[in-house]
């Protein structure tokens, strides 16, 4: 098959920002865990004489957040939220509420993004049944566009992961369901194509990759790519073309009277840094990028971050705030904001600068850490255990023991399998309860080995 | 208090008889009970309330098939503000449906009888209300007023209608005919100034459900009442208005003007250049603002279902059920708003209403008031001008501007049929009803 040339891919993000209530309402915005049509009032259901109320704040100035980071340009002039006219039954008015752009222009990942505005969600329609649930409908949403620019589905997954760690490190994000996407691509030579609703982003990669070789096996078979909109299948992972077919139809966009147009360029948002800068600062200075990203997610985490570095160094920092405390985090199933209560950090930082300067063995900080955990005052504990190791005599007398006690794994060690080294030095640190370095003990196992 | 409980549930039944038993066809829905009686200013108080706005638990039917089941799930603010303070619904006001229309005749449930004049016209849209008041069956009623619904039905039926400042008065619960245009307006009887008075001030001020309320001031129509001197004011008189009238009207007209010129007002004869465009204007904006409103009619949401399949199969069906002026209203609405004729239409209705609007209110800062008929002629006969939509519209020309501009406006008798309309600046309601107060007050009657 000859490669066919350049693709443009194009994403539009509809992102669930973590709201209490609905875009125009007060009902709450849940809308995934409550009974079918319980979150509803007049305004929602789109009862005749209702009337929106102004647009929901934390949703504005979560799209005002985004814009910020993204280096977008924040409209000067009022932003109003706009009526988009189409027949649906899960559209109570049918009309839904959508908005000029808050912000244009700015970049993601070298990307060129073209907006970012708020809307509102449909309800949702079960075909099947006939039966439509409105906890959905009013819930905020705010669509990310990007240019028609990214050349192939890993530029795509690129724009995603950073939109949602941008999210996460604002807080600004349902975890449970932080985005759908439509997405459209075009290859040289054929028309473009919109595919629809995808709720991951690798269904955005499989979609995006599913529709690169659809296309390019019609183009190759002379065959014409006609502009259409399709919906993805997450269980097939295949494209299938709308069933219903949405025709190039006309939205009669109009202002809603309604609604008075929002000055946002008044309105004060806090600054809580750049998450992209602090990545590549890290990853400058020697952290490894997945550990990285890890830690941007959650700013609870880059606070730690930044106080292990400190005392340590960053690539130590990373690994140890990554792995270290993440893991114990998820274990416990606590959130990152525990690491930051009450000199707890102090510890916490106190612990990974002895052990980064080899003050502390590996299994005395894992130990010291849990205590931390388990809400321990380990202070105390660390001035004693610091610094506190073996004398070179007992390393020796307890590598003699434990290579005596093993004949067959020193035998194997001899015969060249070198990594059984590291079971023998297992062994050795239960006998030391920990207090020693492990490259001391390796040191001193290899000179009984030979 | 208990005895006046027991008084208001008499008064209640026996309006509720003679309701039933009028041939006026003013109600579309009467209550069944009074509900429950808060004691207030407005204690005791008969209202009725225009079809098109919800009160809970009755059903809404804008005066339409279309919503002939459809039952309220809340109540319009107006109408928790009223019965907080005592007032009691006794039915929902027959009306044009969907407010389309000036004459009352447009209603699914039959058109409303004219109480002043037999055998005309009620004038419309909110035809019940003034003419439930005009019989004397209610003490006042809530209506709407979107291009001169209240204030044409008050002329026409001799009662007293005000359409207050945009925005000074909720319009939750308010059905949409013209978002940008309209809100609740009250009528009550020749004399019922101080009646009126207190509605306003119990209706209107800020309400969170609806943003255009977001700067309102309650009024303080009862303090200022009283307070309607002429000697000194500057009343504005658009010359060119009087051009669209019979002479029958332009004579009541002078007699009422010169009533105040008499008490030592001056009178500014001048031209509302704009007049011309405004009628366009408003239409043109209504329609557009209508045909959205109106989308949600589509058989499968609200009230009758049409029968079909497909979702469009239902929504042809559905708008089967709306009547003529309703379906040619949506259809020029769906048309100026569409892509490729907005330019032509739509923007540039806009523009000229930001024409009217300025135009009007700089009127506004140098003179007090201004004064016209409220409408170009008499109630006419029922049935003359139904089948002649733009003779009907052009009825509307003198009413429009106050709505375009969103500044108070208001509509007292002046003859048989005839009504004297007052403009005030914005926030100027309470010198309307002031002034009608003091036509009242010196035996002013024609
Ligand atoms: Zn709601």
Redesign the pocket.
């Known amino acids: 098959m000859a490669l066919v040339a350049a693709q443009k891919i194009g994403l539009e993000i509809h992102i669930y920002p973590r709201t209490q209530c609905?875009m125009?309402?007060?009902?709450s915005s849940d809308f995934l865990h409550a009974e079918a049509n319980t979150?509803?009032?007049?305004?929602?259901?789109g009862q005749p004489g209702s009337k929106p109320m102004s647009p929901n704040m934390a949703c504005v100035v979560a799209g005002l957040q985004m814009a910020r980071t993204l280096s977008m340009d924040i409209s000067a002039s009022p932003v109003s939220t706009l009526r988009k006219h189409y027949f649906y039954p899960d559209l109570p008015s049918n009309y839904q509420r959508t908005a000029e752009p808050l912000a244009t222009g700015g970049k993601l990942q070298g990307f060129e993004l073209r907006e970012i505005h708020w809307e509102e969600d449909p309800g949702q329609y079960d075909m099947a049944k006939g039966v439509v649930d409105l906890n959905r409908?009013?819930v905020p949403l705010l669509e990310l566009v990007t240019e028609p620019v990214l050349r192939n589905p890993s530029d795509a997954k690129a724009v995603l992961n950073d939109t949602l760690l941008l999210l996460q490190y604002l807080e600004i994000v349902r975890e449970e369901a932080p985005f759908k996407v439509d997405t459209n691509i075009s290859l040289e030579g054929g028309e473009r194509v919109e595919v629809k609703n995808i709720n991951s982003i690798s269904g955005v990669v499989r979609a995006l990759e599913f529709e690169f070789e659809r296309q390019s096996d019609l183009l190759d078979r002379g065959l014409p790519v006609q502009q259409e909109t399709r919906h993805f299948d997450e269980i097939k992972m295949k494209t299938y073309p709308m069933r219903f077919k949405e025709t190039a139809e006309d939205y009669r966009y109009m202002r809603d009277p309604d609604i008075i147009p929002l000055n946002v360029g008044e309105i004060a948002v806090p600054d809580l840094g750049n998450p992209f800068t602090i990545l590549e600062s890290m990853c400058a200075s020697g952290a490894r990028e997945e550990d990285a990203r890890a830690i941007v997610s959650n700013r609870d985490l880059v606070f730690a971050y930044n106080r292990v570095a400190s005392g340590s160094n960053p690539l130590f920092a990373s690994h140890f705030v990554a792995r270290d405390l993440r893991g114990e985090l998820n274990f416990r199933k606590m959130p990152p904001s525990f690491v930051a209560g009450e000199g707890r950090m102090t510890q916490i930082a106190a612990i990974a600068a002895a052990w980064s300067s080899g003050r502390l063995s590996n299994q005395s900080s894992t130990s010291l850490l849990r205590s931390v955990f388990e809400g321990r005052d380990v202070s105390a504990e660390l001035r004693t255990t610091e610094g506190v190791f073996a004398d070179e005599a007992s390393l020796d007398r307890v590598a003699a023991e434990v290579i005596s006690s093993n004949p067959d794994v020193a035998e194997r060690y001899r015969k060249g399998s070198t990594e059984v080294i590291n079971y023998l030095v297992g062994l050795c640190m239960k006998k030391l309860e920990g207090k020693a370095r492990a490259r001391d003990v390796v040191v001193a196992l290899r000179r009984r080995l030979g | 208090m208990a005895g006046d409980r027991e008084g208001i549930r008499r008064r209640f039944e026996e309006r509720l008889l003679l309701s039933r038993k009028s041939s006026g066809n003013s109600f579309i829905t009467l209550a069944s009970t009074p509900g429950g009686t808060a004691s207030g200013q407005l204690s005791g108080k008969l209202a009725g309330i225009k079809d098109n706005i919800a009160v809970k638990g009755m059903r809404m039917t804008c005066g339409s098939r279309i919503l002939e089941n459809y039952m309220a799930p809340y109540d319009a603010t107006v109408v928790e503000r009223l019965t907080h303070s005592g007032a009691v619904v006794l039915g929902k006001n027959n009306m044009d449906e969907f407010a389309c229309g000036s004459s009352g005749e447009n209603s699914a449930f039959g058109a409303t009888g004219n109480p002043l004049l037999p055998g005309t016209v009620s004038g419309g849209s909110s035809s019940g209300s003034a003419a439930s008041v005009g019989e004397g069956l209610v003490d006042f009623s809530i209506g709407s007023d979107t291009g001169g619904s209240i204030r044409c039905p008050a002329a026409y039926c001799g009662v007293i209608g005000l359409k207050p400042t945009y925005g000074r008065v909720s319009r939750y619960g308010l059905a949409d005919l013209s978002m940008s245009l309209e809100g609740p307006a009250p009528v009550a009887a020749w004399g019922g100034e101080e009646l009126l008075a207190s509605v306003m001030d119990c209706i209107s001020g800020f309400d969170r459900r609806d943003q255009s309320t977001a700067s309102a001031r309650k009024t303080e129509c009862v303090r200022q009442l009283d307070s309607f001197d002429p000697s000194g004011l500057n009343i504005a008189v658009p010359e060119n208005a009087l051009l669209h009238c019979t002479p029958q009207v332009v004579a009541a007209f002078e007699h009422a003007l010169s009533f105040m010129g008499d008490a030592g007002a001056t009178v500014e004869r001048v031209q509302l250049k704009s007049l011309d465009v405004a009628l366009s204007a408003y239409y043109l904006i209504m329609y557009s603002e209508f045909a959205s409103a109106m989308q949600r009619y589509d058989g499968l949401k609200f009230g009758t279902r049409g029968e079909g399949y497909t979702v469009e199969e239902s929504i042809l069906n559905a708008r089967s059920l709306l009547g003529p002026e309703v379906r040619r209203r949506i259809m020029i609405g769906t048309y100026v708003t569409s892509a490729e004729t907005r330019g032509a239409w739509y923007e540039r209705a806009l523009a000229a209403r930001d024409h009217v609007s300025s135009e009007l209110n700089d009127m506004l800062k140098s003179h007090d008031l201004l004064a016209m008929p409220t409408m170009p002629s008499a109630p006419y006969r029922l049935g003359e001008r139904i089948n002649d939509p733009l003779l009907m519209y052009a009825s509307d020309i003198l009413t429009v501007p106050a709505n375009l501009a969103g500044v108070p406006a208001g509509s007292m008798p002046m003859g048989p049929g005839l009504g004297f309309q007052l403009v005030a600046p914005r926030n100027g309601d309470e010198s309307i009803l002031a002034a009608f107060r003091y036509f009242n007050r010196r035996g002013w009657h024609w």
């Open positions: 609905k125009f309402c007060a009902c979150n509803v009032c007049p305004v929602c259901t409908s009013g």
